[in-house]
């Protein structure tokens, strides 16, 4: 199923270091249109659901605690080709490895504490912003 729209969520390092402004800007400059946008902050618990996928795996219970330390803003987006154009917008999970110009590359402190959520398909784009945001909330 291929939509035109994906989630992202601004990180709780990038939103305390005040770059969400910025990192906004970017996204709309990059011709996203935002359909749904709140700053709120996840419980332990809640953070837990988001990431069950990683339940598993050694980084689950630092990444529940890095994801429920402060305020987040989560975001669905809108635009043709969403999720791909977003991914390379946003750069690789390692700000290292992250091309020039790109979200994490700018504003990412680690691994981790990489800035920006970005989902990595169309199927887990509807998934994660349903989890954050009713239909109503949709626009």
């Known amino acids: 199923m291929i939509t035109n729209r994906t989630f992202t969520m601004i990180k709780p390092d990038a939103v305390e270091a005040g770059h969400t402004g910025a990192i906004i800007k970017m996204i709309e400059e990059a011709g996203f249109r935002i359909v749904a946008m709140k700053k709120t902050k996840m419980s332990s618990e809640r953070a837990g659901?988001?990431?069950?996928?990683?339940?598993?795996?050694?980084?689950?219970?630092?990444?529940c605690e890095y994801m429920s330390s402060g305020a987040i803003v989560p975001?669905?987006?809108?635009?043709?080709?969403?999720?791909?154009?977003?991914r390379k917008l946003i750069g690789a999970t390692n700000p290292a490895n992250a091309e020039e110009g790109t979200i994490r590359k700018l504003y990412a402190k680690s691994?981790?504490?990489n800035a920006i959520h970005g989902s990595d398909s169309d199927e887990n784009a509807q998934i994660e912003g349903n989890f954050f945001f009713s239909r109503t909330e949709q626009f």
């Open 111 to 113: 691994i981790e504490a």
């Open 49 to 63: 659901q988001f990431y069950e996928v990683h339940s598993e795996r050694p980084f689950y219970a630092s990444l």
């Open 75 to 86: 975001m669905i987006l809108e635009k043709e080709n969403a999720v791909a154009d977003f």
